[in-house]
């Protein structure tokens, strides 16, 4: 069983639309929970983090998180084709030096 | 303004070659990683490193090691280069555990 688990997508949604992408984790004893984008032949982007039960939201972006289900998601608001890249999950567990575990990302299309 | 340059964003070298790549940060941060990306394998992180001459192995560190003689730098030795090392090589930093990572722009690496 992979530790994170994003769906691969591609998603594609129109331009305005909401854009909703998910992410569930095996360990119960994670704390933090990143967001990164990354467009095509670049480096992962910091957007968001998560350390407890909710929403978070910044701009167009919502982080929610759900640990008793062991979810986090993103969504994003009035999606603009500058939103279409991957985007990666990422999960602290309990373990110190800050190591993450990954998911293998959800490609967006935002398509005009 | 975060800060993390990694010495080459191309490089190209033989099997066989010892290959070093580099990482600096300019934000005085403790823990600094090493991850390798690959198409449908994700991010995996082959070492970190929490302090000064202190490293961990991560998931994948057979045939590299690493070498961090001051806070700022890190770097990452293939010892003996070989084709499937070819990679997107990400070097990333964060101040303490709980913290986002920031990636460098990435080396890719090619060894023929």
């Known amino acids: 069983q992979k530790e994170v688990e994003q769906n691969s997508g591609p998603l594609s949604v129109p331009e305005g639309a909401i854009a909703s992408l998910n992410c569930t984790y095996s360990?119960?004893?994670?704390?933090?929970f990143f967001w990164y984008r990354q467009y095509s032949g670049k480096s992962p982007e910091l957007i968001m983090f998560i350390y407890s039960n909710g929403d978070k939201e910044d701009g167009r972006f919502t982080a929610q998180l759900n640990k008793a289900s062991q979810y986090v998601s993103l969504l994003i608001r009035d999606s603009q084709p500058s939103d279409s890249a991957t985007y990666l999950c990422a999960v602290k567990n309990g373990t110190s030096y800050g190591k993450l575990t990954f998911g293998q990302g959800t490609i967006l299309t935002v398509h005009p | 303004d975060v800060k993390v340059t990694q010495s080459s964003r191309y490089l190209v070298k033989r099997t066989g070659e010892k290959v070093f790549l580099e990482c600096v940060q300019d934000m005085d941060h403790e823990n600094m990683f090493w991850y390798r990306q690959d198409p449908g394998l994700g991010l995996r992180l082959i070492y970190f490193?929490?302090?000064?001459?202190?490293?961990e192995k991560g998931d994948i560190p057979e045939g590299y090691s690493v070498s961090r003689e001051k806070k700022e730098r890190f770097s990452l030795i293939l010892e003996s280069a070989s084709t499937n090392q070819t990679s997107m090589y990400l070097c990333a930093s964060t101040p303490s555990a709980n913290q986002p990572q920031h990636f460098g722009d990435g080396t890719r690496l090619s060894i023929l």
């Open positions: 490193s929490y302090d000064v001459k202190m490293k």
């Open positions: 360990d119960r004893g994670s704390q933090s």
